[in-house]
T-cell receptor
Framework: KAGVTQTPRYLIKTRGQQVTLSCSPI?????VSWYQQTPGQGLQFLFE???????NKGNFPGRFSGRQFSNSRSEMNVSTLELGDSALYLC????????????????FGPGTRLTVL | DQQVKQNSPSLSVQEGRISILNCDYT??????FLWYKKYPAEGPTFLIS?????DKNEDGRFTVFLNKSAKHLSLHIVPSQPGDSAVYFC????????????FGTGTQLKVEL
């Protein structure tokens, strides 16, 4: 079974630009979550999509948005980039709806490394 | 407000010895806990988990202990191997809270020969 794929793997943008990151979950998985990893902050939850609906949202400004398509692929968009948005953006997929955590846990992609200059 | 804390940013142990990684949490709603391992340039990979109805879960060389009264959990790796060198993240979840995980800041484990 193919794993979670994220594109692009690396991205360099300048302040004020916008960026779109893509995530393809494991086949059959309907839940996609996005996380931001920065040094000293660990992984911080951005949002989760399940069956094309945003189900959970973290404490990030409205410049961060996402969506999920009918094939479960997800995109994340960041508008008006700031230097502090430089981070590794990770996507995770899970098959279960999440009502009861189980050993069927989330599988992470390799991430997109975003650098804002 | 960091709800999940890993107070040791790094840990160094000798091959064959025990590695103990610690994690504290503040949110009493958390009822499921996980440990992930992360190598550079890769996404985190799931290691082991524990539900709040248990106080111990074991999987091969990895054992997780949960002390609910202290809001503390720990990951024991015995024996430690050089391939275990990675960043270890503790994460917590709330049943019914979707798939949102709250992570700690990670502990860099280095297993030396």
């Amino acid at each position: 079974k193919a794993g979670v794929t994220q594109t692009p793997r690396y991205l360099i943008k300048t302040r004020g630009q916008q960026v779109t990151l893509s995530c393809s979950p494991i086949s059959g998985h309907r839940s996609v979550s996005w996380y931001q990893q920065t040094p000293g902050q660990g992984l911080q939850f951005l949002f989760e999509y399940f069956s094309e609906t945003q189900r959970n949202k973290g404490n990030f400004p409205g410049r961060f948005s996402g969506r999920q398509f009918s094939n479960s692929r997800s995109e994340m968009n960041v508008s008006t980039l700031e230097l502090g948005d430089s981070a590794l953006y990770l996507c995770a997929s899970r098959g279960a709806s999440g009502g009861m955590p189980s050993s069927d846990t989330q599988y992470f992609g390799p991430g997109t490394r975003l650098t804002v200059l | 407000d960091q709800q999940v804390k890993q107070n040791s940013p790094s840990l160094s142990v000798q091959e064959g010895r025990i590695s103990i990684l610690n994690c504290d949490y503040t949110n009493s709603m958390f009822d499921y806990f996980l440990w992930y391992k992360k190598y550079p340039a890769e996404g985190p990979t799931f290691l082991i988990s524990i539900s709040s109805i248990k106080d111990k879960n074991e999987d091969g060389r990895f054992t997780v202990f949960l002390n609910k009264s202290a809001k503390h959990l720990s990951l024991h790796i015995v024996p430690s191997q050089p391939g275990d060198s990675a960043v270890y993240f503790c994460a917590a979840a709330v049943t019914g809270g979707g798939n949102k995980l709250t992570f700690g800041t990670g502990t860099q484990l280095k297993v030396e020969l």
